[in-house]
Every structure is written in C-alpha cells, then in structure tokens.
C-alpha cells in the first residue's frame, strides 16, 4: 500500500487564517491543518491527524442531506460540528464548504494535561488524545460545543507556522467510500490513532 504525501501549496503560503481557510475543499483543509495549535477551554495540543469528509462521500453523515443531527455540517464554514459516536463518544469536526467537515482525529497534548489525564483515567500522554473520542473526552466536548464558531471561545486555533510532513492514507473506522486516501497524520508521531 502507497500513499502520498501532498506538496505544499502556494494556497497553503498564502491562506488568511480566517473563515476563508475552511471555505475550501475539505481535503485541502485536512492537510494544511496538521500541525496547528487547537484547545478548548485552555486544554489541548497540536493536531497531528485529521479525516475529510464531502458531501458526495457514502461515508459521510451529509451524503443523505440534512437532517437536525448534522445540520452543523451545512451551515457556515469555520464552524464545529459535534456528533455522538455510537452513543459512546463525543467527536469534533471543524466544518469547511457546506456539507463536508474535517474530523480531528489526533492532538499532541501540550496543555493542562493533569485537567486530560483526569478526564480520560490514564496517564500515559500517548493514549490522551489518540482517537477521535479520546479527544472528545480529554477536552470535554460534547452536544454544547456543536455549532460554535472556531474563532471565539471556548476554542483557541493557530495556524501551523509551515507546512509539516505528512503522511495520508485510507479513512479508518467506516465501511463505505473505503478507498479514498483522506486521512492525513504528522508524519512519524508517536500520538496518532493508527500508524500508517
């Protein structure tokens, strides 16, 4: 199995980091946010994996159209979309164009890491944030978090100064649209979900 590693983009040298970074394909937007700054309330990390999802993609929540589960998915970019995982956990999405969103799927922890290892009832820092409900749980998101503009709080977002190397690869966890390569990941972290 190959996979790619996306060249840096002019696109990427020159984004505002504003409303407009997520007005775009969410492909692109997965990539370019691998190595940015992102906490809730004070708690997080950088992020080190992330997943797109379209609007013509099977595997994702917006490929049947609204519905008051997803609505999130098709309003604003720059905007979190919050959705409960097998009535288990609790994930975060940053929404781009209507009907597509990126799912954060792996932080680095950095900051307030006894406030995560509190929540989650580990302690080993790798296991904080590696998985999309682990970080649901290590930040305390949840239904109140669903719909809220990435820009202001309880959310704190930085741009990665450069672009990272990455590595990208099939989705994981879904049994639809299998064979698209959009999961992306800091290449060689020891804190992602699954190695590529």
Known sequence: MSYIQPAPTEEFH?????????????IAVAADLIGAEFAVSGVGGIIVETEAYLPDDAA???FAGATNRNRSMFGPPAHSYVYLSYGLH???????????????????PRWELETMR??????????????????GQALAI???????????E?????PPAKRLPLS???????S??????????????????RKF
């Open 14 to 26: 020159r984004l505002q980091w504003d409303n407009s970074f997520f007005a775009r394909d969410a």
């Open 60 to 62: 994702s929540h917006s």
């Open 90 to 108: 609790w994930c975060l999405n940053f929404v781009c164009l209507p009907g597509s969103a990126v799912l954060i799927r792996a932080l680095e």
């Open 118 to 135: 509190a929540r989650r009832g580990v302690s080993q820092g790798r296991l904080l944030c590696s998985g999309p409900g682990r970080v």
């Open 142 to 152: 949840g239904k109140a978090e669903d719909g809220l503009p990435l820009g202001g």
């Open 154 to 158: 309880p959310f704190r977002l930085s």
């Open 168 to 174: 990208s690869g099939f989705r994981v966890g879904i």
């Open 176 to 193: 639809k649209a299998v064979e698209h390569p959009w999961r992306f990941g800091l290449k060689n972290s020891p804190f992602l979900s």
